[in-house]
């Protein structure tokens, strides 16, 4: 199964980060802009410990671009890059 990544907002505020699996579509439910710091840092803590379990058995797609908004926004160094251009 390929699973990708999205964003929902714009390069102001990020608002939720989208997970695609198949034909499910998972949206952070946490509205990123206004879940302050502590809420940032918790949901990007979640969304590698999630990122890393799924790349075991799964391949993980997100653009460059993508990424690096997502990182920015949660405080991440690297962790969401490295599933750059998977597909």
Same mark, same amino acid.
């Given at each position: 199964?390929?699973?990708k990544l999205g964003i929902r907002g714009s390069t102001d505020a990020?608002?939720?980060?989208?997970i695609k699996l198949d034909d499910l579509m998972l949206v952070?439910?946490?509205n990123l802009?206004?879940?302050?710091?502590?809420?940032?840092? /918790?949901?990007? /803590?979640n969304l590698v410990e999630l990122?890393?379990?799924l790349s075991k058995d799964h391949e993980i797609s997100v653009g460059e671009n993508i990424?690096?908004?997502?990182e920015r926004e949660l405080n991440l160094n690297g962790e969401i890059i490295k599933y750059a251009n998977n597909g």
């Open positions: 199964m390929k699973i990020i608002n939720h980060i989208i952070t439910a946490d802009f206004l879940t302050g710091e502590e809420g940032r840092g /918790k949901t990007g /803590k990122l890393n379990t990424a690096k908004e997502i």
